[in-house]
């Protein structure tokens, strides 16, 4: 159990936390969620006894192992897969312990550290952590390649799996989801839900919260409040209270007639019913949540553009990639104002570089790209924060393009984006990762696009900006087209969705579930063949003894499952037994057991139904264990 109790935390001048408590039990998950500057990470550092507090208590059992997410990497000549297995500090141990044991050529410590390796699942460690970073978007060629070799993003991917390999009682992560794709993220909801521990999660992604929460942690007002439930729950408990008060009640009436507005525009707009309902559904949710974001500090809109052409933009039988590299062929894509359109596909499909192209960075292979007479694209793209002047504040960014444009007027701008006071004046230089996304944006703002070109977008971004940004592209009259991680902003703001993959760019017809459900399969599809040697002459007996360990466990719930679905079958089976003697007794058949007929009719329907389920899965049960135990007997 994690007990804080009349805890106060101060860094310099500025007072985080005072007087706060919290009570979390063992194995609950709770997303810590705050404005930034809150104190949320400040309170991670103390969880792992990096900062003491200034008073109060901060409890927890001494034997509980935590894990964390780093936040840097020193060792970049590491491969990446070894990097990972370095999570897990006890296997390290053993495995140096075990080399030493062998150099020395002493039997009993040998067995003993075998039987240790064993314990710490060590023979099936390989397989575990390549397993991992299969489901956080590594090739197995990349899993062989130094740490040095990948971008920030793709460090923190191994940062992430380094945590998610050391065996804990405590999870802590921050902000796991910022740089993974949508695959990703799903990938890591399923890991995250069948944890075992306890867990601290510090997220922006409210649908990520609502999978694998059952606790809101809310730092506010230098206090914690815990909410019971996931993120959802949070906002309809916290929104009660805010609307208590008078000045909260007038501006989530504004907002509610704002969403109205939208899904009456949204429903005349819609052309595929099932799309259609599943994003009004979405809107008629944000609608009852939204008054919990009463107090935000954006607000903001996408100024309207001078003129409209239609169509903005004409892509037609286009062949899209890098030099010779191809990477999607005849693609055709239309953008008219007034479009929302959703790019699904799996990491490295070839969305960003459909992006590209159309705002101009890149030029199509072959094929024409039109672009109508009055385009102006907006594009939002990771990089471009980069290309900000570090040296220059928000506002000196925004005379440079309006410089005969009153100051105020400026001033007022940029306060709708939180940037206010001071800060408005600072250079850029010191800015985090979430404020100079949020100028990047108030930039594109400014410049009226008509069309807007968004590539991760919410990255860096809070809660309660994510927010602001999901309802100014509500009000924006141009075409949108959206890759995001962030599932919440694509189902309140696009009305369609085209699937980047295999080399092609095509409508999909689904909603975000159906695309889960597509994805799974195209996992499977594409899975790589098993590696596993068969021929024992051409590998160590050591890689064979892990293999095969590996395989074992792999066999173990498979088998348990087959048992227990054959062991329903069977019971099943005597049910309809039973029902088919009571059948053959013609006396049920008479007018006065009518009743009992049509019940008994009814049961075997029903089990009849239940009988065909089990009996398939019985059967695919025992393909899976099959093909397993063909393997573990090649390697035998």
Known sequence: MIRLQNLTLQRGPQRLLEDAELTLHAGHKAGLVGANGAGKSTLFALLLGELTPDSGDCLLPADWRIAHMRQEIDTLDRIAIDYVLDGDQRLREVQANLAQAEAAQDGAAQARWHAELDSADGYTADARARKMLAGLGFTNEQMDRPVADFSGGWRMRLNLAQALMCPSDLLLLDEPTNHLDLDAILWLEDFLKSYPGTMLLISHDRDFLDAVVDNIAHVEQRKITLYRGGYSAFERARAERLAQQQQAYEKQQAQRAHMESYIARFKAQATKARQAQSRIKALERMEELSAAHVDSPFNFVFREAVKLSSPLLDLSDARLGYGDKTILEKVKLQLVPGARIGLLGPNGAGKSTLIKNLAGELVPLAGRLARGENLSVGYFAQHQLDSLDSKASPLLHLQRLAPTE????????????????????????????????????????????????????????????????????????????????????????????????????????GDLDDYARWLADYRLRNAPVSNTVINPDKTDKKAQ????????????????????????????????AQIETSLGDSGVYEAARKDELRELLADQAKLKVLEGQLEERWMEALEVLETLQAELEALS
């Open 545 to 576: 003894r892990q293999a095969a360990a590996a395989l074992r466990q792999q066999l173990a719930p498979h088998k348990r499952e087959a048992d227990k679905l054959e062991s329903e079958l069977g019971k099943v089976t005597e049910k309809l």
């Open 406 to 509: 009153r100051e105020q007027v400026l001033r007022d701008f940029l306060g709708g984006f939180d940037f206010r006071g001071a800060r408005i004046d600072e250079p850029v230089l010191n800015f985090s990762g979430g404020e100079k996304a949020r100028l990047a944006l108030a930039l594109i703002a400014w410049e009226r696009p008509n069309l807007l070109l968004l590539d991760e977008p919410t990255n860096h971004l809070d809660l309660e900006m994510r927010l602001a940004l999901t309802m100014a592209l509500q009000e924006f009259s141009g075409a949108v087209l959206v890759v995001s991680h962030d599932r919440h902003l694509l189902k309140s703001t696009t009305d369609e969705f085209l699937l980047v993959a295999d080399g092609k760019v095509q409508e999909f017809d």
